[in-house]
């Protein structure tokens, strides 16, 4: 038995020292795991950096190759607007000026046909009043022939007249008829 234990024991020390390289070897493992995983984080890292820079490269080189072209778009767009801005202002001031010419033709308008209803104002006035004058001495007149008496004398118009009625002071032909009190009267 005594051979047991020191075969056992030799195992047992065979093992231990077999279990210490095992994890010698681990650490070592893992050391170098460790220094492979730090360079594979230096590597992606470099890798990033220099994707980034080669992103921003072409980024670069997209936008010099399309930057020019929008820039003379955008002037280009800029001149039409500036052109349109022009014509605008040219457009607005030929408006203005016939609105002014259109503005002075309607007062000029309005003021003659203001003339020209004034003057048809005045002729009709003017008309009405001579015809009122007229009305007024046709009224007289027929007032008048109320009491003269018209008939006819062999087949000519003639009319009888008092002798006692007042005569005209400028032709004595004529005598003068006062209307208003129902016959003549000398005056």
Not at 74 to 103: C, H, K, N, Y
């Amino acid at each position: 038995m005594e051979e047991f234990v020191t075969n056992s024991a030799l195992l047992a020390g065979h093992l231990t020292q077999q279990c210490e390289k095992a994890i010698a070897d681990q650490k070592q493992s893992a050391a170098e795991l460790k220094n492979a995983a730090v360079q594979i984080g230096q590597g992606v890292a470099s890798g990033r950096a220099e994707l980034v820079q080669s992103v921003r490269s072409a980024v670069r080189e997209a936008l010099s190759q399309e930057i020019p072209p929008a820039v003379e778009a955008i002037s280009e767009s800029g001149d039409r607007l500036r052109q349109l801005a022009d014509q605008l202002q040219r457009e607005q001031v030929s408006a203005a000026s016939r609105v002014g010419a259109l503005a002075w033709k309607s007062l000029v308008a309005i003021t003659l046909a203001s003339v020209v209803i004034i003057g048809a104002t005045a002729y009709t006035a003017w008309n009405n009043v001579q015809r009122a004058k007229r009305a007024q001495v046709d009224a007289q007149v027929l007032e008048a022939l109320q009491h003269v008496a018209i008939t006819s004398c062999d087949g000519r118009p003639c009319v009888k007249l008092a002798n006692d009625q007042q005569r005209w002071t400028k032709n004595n032909d004529y005598l003068l008829v006062d209307g208003g009190s129902g016959k003549p009267t000398a005056k």
